[in-house]
């Protein structure tokens, strides 16, 4: 048996996909009269203030451990000490501004820069753990900057610096809490207090407004428990609260004014799903960004919740299956390479928008890739080889291109080691970086194994004649002689993008897709490439967000759709166009009815597009409103659901209904009461009601009349009522 299926069942199929490759390539599908692979330009896709992240590679920056550009900022006393991982360090956006400055992004071909959580935290250390809030995630002003990164001034100066360079700006933002608050009977100096432009809001011991949930530590058993109770005795702020609500929209708008182009949401798995969507709804009728969450998961396998997060909530998540997947194969081995194809497989299938994903290979939760794979370069290496031709947007942790090394936190967040330009991984992802704007293979196209054992894995991603394939062979004792390969290229020769770095050599393809044999190295990656000079049908490859209200700014995303402008539809709806060229499209949603709709590009020529399938339009301007049942007994297996009049609801169509609801806390309700926070329109007369619902679908409706509410027009609100027997 040949090596690339190494032994596995489906060996006939795969060499009858082969054989199909053959009779496609013969038939003429693909001509055989092309040029060897077309040069790497860029189009106009590469631009700066866009929702669309599809061609981007970020760059994830932990602020303080980065680069000291401006000493005059650093904190003083026991928060900072430099010879402490756990105190300030001097890192600030002037230090960042000045990387800028010196091309280090540009020439490493990053197009966005994940920044720490720029609002002011604490300026204390944290008793229950002997730190200080150097990576920004314990707040206490969300309206202010943290003043040891810098002012106002110096963010909107590496902003603009950014921008004039093409390159986006994401800010972490942690909407979930503030700062510790309770651990045992120790005393917090800053109470988890909660500020606004300097003007104290509430703490969490004295918390008369209702700032604050207040139902201990989480144990993270279930879901609902996860949400409403603190994370680590971090004040977990109470979304509920109309306050609260407010101050979180009003707060990323203002970081917005300031050319925010995307959002990194911290801790998404502790925030109820209907009021995060209620407020990035409305963050994206304010501005058209790119929104990703933080669902930590520790492992490749699906979780319900977590799926039904990415494909329901309107905003991406970081790919935690693909990080898994890869640090298994390739860092500590524990893996195979097609157990990683596997995770690629099922992930795809799970998730709607799996381009959106945002990947990566470590980050500041986890040991550094380095360490991972016992300080072993090449395996970080051929990390970033897949990492940045898989699908998902691409994400560099900090220092890991100069083989940064560090266990768990605060050892994973050490000061940036060098800005080497010469590393081999810097290399590296200077080869691919700019590949993911020119070839829209990588952004936009399928993933297809094309020749796969223990140790090599080569993968074909293709977005109509566009066309990529990568080959890695972990194994850095053992070379493979790859034969039978199959590929969509075009007849030709086709050199490594990488220019040899890591070993990969030139291939020759047969007009029937057919490859020369050819020797994989010991510890070899190799990347071809074949970029269509143009596209005869257009092709939509992407959109963002894939969520808004009728008036919201789309960007659609792909090529073939021309320089001159044409027409956009959802479902049968023609939508408004703000801007059109040959790889993006921007458009206003048009006035529909709620629900998912269709979206197709048609050229001025009148020639029509793939249909983009699953955008969701909202009712109107949505808000956050926790709906309660009491005396709702249920039987072993069944759960309660609510269903209503609104898109929102379900339309009364109890497979749509919102559940199953939550019985289990204590300052909400506890079991016979359920309830369930949920986004719906504003100012909007609602029914509803609550259904009983068993393992086998079986539904009991409540009796009676439905029950009528009237949503206010802003805010928040609880709509309680008893079980109608």
């Given at each position: 048996?040949?090596?690339?299926?190494?032994?596995?069942?489906?060996?006939?199929?795969?060499?009858?996909?082969?054989?199909?490759?053959?009779?496609?390539?013969?038939?003429?599908?693909?001509?055989?009269?092309?040029?060897?692979?077309?040069?790497?330009?860029?189009?106009?896709?590469?631009?700066?203030?866009?929702?669309?992240?599809?061609?981007?590679?970020?760059?994830?920056?932990?602020?303080?451990?980065?680069?000291?550009?401006?000493?005059?900022?650093?904190?003083?006393?026991?928060?900072?000490?430099?010879?402490?991982?756990?105190?300030?360090?001097?890192?600030?956006?002037?230090?960042?501004?000045?990387?800028?400055?010196?091309?280090?992004?540009?020439?490493?071909?990053?197009?966005?820069?994940?920044?720490?959580?720029?609002?002011?935290?604490?300026?204390?250390?944290?008793?229950?753990?002997?730190?200080?809030?150097?990576?920004?995630?314990?707040?206490?002003?969300?309206?202010?900057?943290?003043?040891?990164?810098?002012?106002?001034?110096?963010?909107?100066?590496?902003?603009?610096?950014?921008?004039?360079?093409?390159?986006?700006?994401?800010?972490?933002?942690?909407?979930?809490?503030?700062?510790?608050?309770?651990?045992?009977?120790?005393?917090?100096?800053?109470?988890?207090?909660?500020?606004?432009?300097?003007?104290?809001?509430?703490?969490?011991?004295?918390?008369?407004?209702?700032?604050?949930?207040?139902?201990?530590?989480?144990?993270?058993?279930?879901?609902?428990?996860?949400?409403?109770?603190?994370?680590?005795?971090?004040?977990?702020?109470?979304?509920?609260?109309?306050?609260?609500?407010?101050?979180?929209?009003?707060?990323?708008?203002?970081?917005?004014?300031?050319?925010?182009?995307?959002?990194?949401?911290?801790?998404?798995?502790?925030?109820?799903?209907?009021?995060?969507?209620?407020?990035?709804?409305?963050?994206?009728?304010?501005?058209?960004?790119?929104?990703?969450?933080?669902w930590f998961n520790g492992g490749v396998a699906a979780d319900a919740d977590m799926t039904k997060f990415a494909n329901d909530s309107g905003m991406s998540l970081l790919d935690f299956r693909f990080a898994n997947a890869v640090r298994n194969a390739l860092g500590n081995g524990?893996?195979?390479?097609?157990?990683?194809?596997?995770?690629?497989?099922?992930?795809?299938?799970?998730?709607?928008?799996?381009?959106?994903?945002?990947?990566?290979?470590?980050?500041?939760?986890?040991?550094?890739?380095?360490?991972?794979?016992?300080?072993?370069?090449?395996?970080?290496?051929?990390?970033?080889?897949?990492?940045?031709?898989?699908?998902?947007?691409?994400?560099?942790?900090?220092?890991?291109?100069?083989?940064?090394?560090?266990?768990?936190?605060?050892?994973?967040?050490?000061?940036?080691?060098?800005?080497?330009?010469?590393?081999?991984?810097?290399?590296?992802?200077?080869?691919?970086?700019?590949?993911?704007?020119?070839?829209?293979?990588?952004?936009?196209?399928?993933?297809?194994?094309?020749?796969?054992?223990?140790?090599?894995?080569?993968?074909?991603?293709?977005?109509?004649?566009?066309?990529?394939?990568?080959?890695?062979?972990?194994?850095?004792?053992?070379?493979?002689?790859?034969?039978?390969?199959?590929?969509?290229?075009?007849?030709?020769?086709?050199?490594?993008?990488?220019?040899?770095?890591?070993?990969?050599?030139?291939?020759?393809?047969?007009?029937?897709?057919?490859?020369?044999?050819?020797?994989?190295?010991?510890?070899?990656?190799?990347?071809?490439?074949?970029?269509?000079?143009?596209?005869?049908?257009?092709?939509?490859?992407?959109?963002?967000?894939?969520?808004?209200?009728?008036?919201?700014?789309?960007?659609?995303?792909?090529?073939?759709?021309?320089?001159?402008?044409?027409?956009?539809?959802?479902?049968?709806?023609?939508?408004?166009?703000?801007?059109?060229?040959?790889?993006?499209?921007?458009?206003?949603?048009?006035?529909?009815?709620?629900?998912?709709?269709?979206?197709?590009?048609?050229?001025?020529?009148?020639?029509?597009?793939?249909?983009?399938?699953?955008?969701?339009?909202?009712?109107?301007?949505?808000?956050?409103?926790?709906?309660?049942?009491?005396?709702?007994?249920?039987?072993?297996?069944?759960?309660?659901?609510?269903?209503?009049?609104?898109?929102?609801?379900?339309?009364?169509?109890?497979?749509?209904?919102?559940?199953?609801?939550?019985?289990?806390?204590?300052?909400?309700?506890?079991?016979?009461?359920?309830?369930?926070?949920?986004?719906?329109?504003?100012?909007?007369?609602?029914?509803?009601?609550?259904?009983?619902?068993?393992?086998?679908?079986?539904?009991?409706?409540?009796?009676?009349?439905?029950?009528?509410?009237?949503?206010?027009?802003?805010?928040?609100?609880?709509?309680?009522?008893?079980?109608?027997?």
């Amino acid at each position: 048996m040949n090596l690339q299926w190494n032994n596995r069942n489906n060996s006939f199929i795969k060499k009858l996909t082969s054989l199909l490759f053959v009779l496609i390539f013969a038939f003429g599908v693909i001509s055989t009269n092309v040029p060897v692979q077309a040069a790497a330009t860029s189009t106009d896709a590469e631009v700066t203030n866009t929702a669309s992240f599809s061609t981007d590679v970020i760059y994830q920056i932990v602020t303080d451990r980065f680069f000291d550009g401006d000493t005059s900022n650093n904190p003083t006393g026991s928060i900072f000490d430099k010879s402490n991982l756990q105190k300030y360090h001097g890192g600030d956006w002037a230090g960042i501004t000045q990387k800028l400055n010196d091309g280090y992004f540009s020439n490493m071909g990053v197009t966005a820069l994940w920044i720490s959580s720029p609002v002011e935290n604490i300026t204390t250390i944290d008793p229950s753990n002997n730190c200080a809030s150097y990576h920004g995630y314990w707040a206490k002003d969300f309206f202010k900057t943290n003043s040891y990164f810098g002012s106002v001034s110096d963010f909107q100066t590496m902003v603009n610096k950014a921008h004039a360079l093409g390159i986006k700006i994401v800010i972490d933002f942690a909407p979930n809490h503030t700062s510790t608050a309770e651990y045992g009977t120790m005393t917090f100096p800053e109470d988890g207090a909660l500020y606004k432009n300097g003007t104290y809001l509430g703490g969490f011991k004295n918390d008369s407004q209702g700032l604050f949930n207040h139902e201990s530590w989480t144990d993270f058993s279930t879901y609902e428990n996860s949400i409403y109770h603190s994370m680590y005795g971090l004040a977990d702020l109470n979304h509920q609260n109309a306050t609260v609500d407010a101050y979180m929209k009003e707060a990323i708008q203002n970081w917005l004014d300031l050319g925010v182009d995307g959002i990194r949401v911290d801790a998404v798995k502790h925030m109820s799903f209907g009021w995060q969507k209620n407020w990035l709804s409305s963050i994206y009728s304010y501005k058209s960004v790119f929104v990703f969450g933080e669902w930590f998961n520790g492992g490749v396998a699906a979780d319900a919740d977590m799926t039904k997060f990415a494909n329901d909530s309107g905003m991406s998540l970081l790919d935690f299956r693909f990080a898994n997947a890869v640090r298994n194969a390739l860092g500590n081995g524990s893996a195979t390479m097609e157990d990683l194809y596997d995770v690629i497989v099922a992930t795809d299938a799970d998730y709607n928008e799996v381009n959106d994903q945002v990947t990566f290979i470590d980050n500041h939760d986890m040991s550094r890739f380095m360490t991972l794979a016992s300080n072993n370069q090449r395996a970080v290496d051929n990390a970033y080889v897949i990492l940045l031709t898989s699908r998902g947007v691409p994400t560099i942790y900090y220092g890991s291109e100069q083989y940064a090394t560090g266990t768990t936190d605060p050892y994973n967040r050490g000061d940036m080691p060098s800005f080497n330009t010469n590393s081999t991984a810097y290399k590296v992802i200077s080869y691919l970086a700019p590949l993911r704007k020119s070839n829209p293979a990588l952004a936009y196209g399928t993933t297809s194994e094309r020749w796969m054992n223990d140790d090599v894995f080569i993968y074909e991603r293709k977005f109509g004649n566009n066309v990529v394939v990568t080959a890695v062979n972990r194994n850095q004792s053992k070379s493979y002689s790859v034969a039978g390969l199959y590929t969509s290229l075009p007849q030709g020769t086709y050199s490594d993008v990488m220019q040899g770095t890591l070993g990969g050599g030139t291939i020759t393809v047969a007009s029937t897709g057919a490859v020369n044999t050819f020797t994989l190295g010991a510890g070899q990656s190799a990347v071809w490439q074949y970029t269509a000079s143009s596209t005869a049908t257009p092709l939509i490859g992407n959109v963002d967000p894939m969520m808004g209200v009728a008036g919201n700014t789309v960007t659609i995303t792909g090529r073939g759709f021309g320089s001159t402008q044409g027409s956009v539809s959802f479902g049968t709806s023609a939508a408004q166009v703000v801007s059109w060229s040959d790889a993006q499209i921007k458009v206003k949603i048009p006035s529909v009815a709620a629900g998912k709709y269709a979206i197709k590009v048609t050229t001025a020529s009148g020639t029509a597009s793939n249909t983009y399938s699953g955008f969701e339009v909202l009712s109107a301007t949505q808000i956050s409103v926790r709906f309660k049942v009491n005396n709702a007994t249920t039987n072993y297996g069944s759960n309660v659901y609510l269903v209503g009049s609104v898109y929102e609801l379900g339309n009364w169509d109890v497979t749509k209904a919102i559940g199953p609801l939550f019985n289990s806390t204590s300052s909400i309700g506890m079991y016979p009461t359920w309830f369930y926070d949920v986004n719906v329109p504003a100012g909007t007369t609602i029914q509803y009601k609550f259904i009983k619902k068993d393992a086998s679908g079986n539904v009991i409706w409540e009796s009676g009349n439905n029950h009528t509410a009237v949503t206010p027009a802003t805010g928040t609100q609880t709509f309680s009522v008893d079980w109608q027997n």
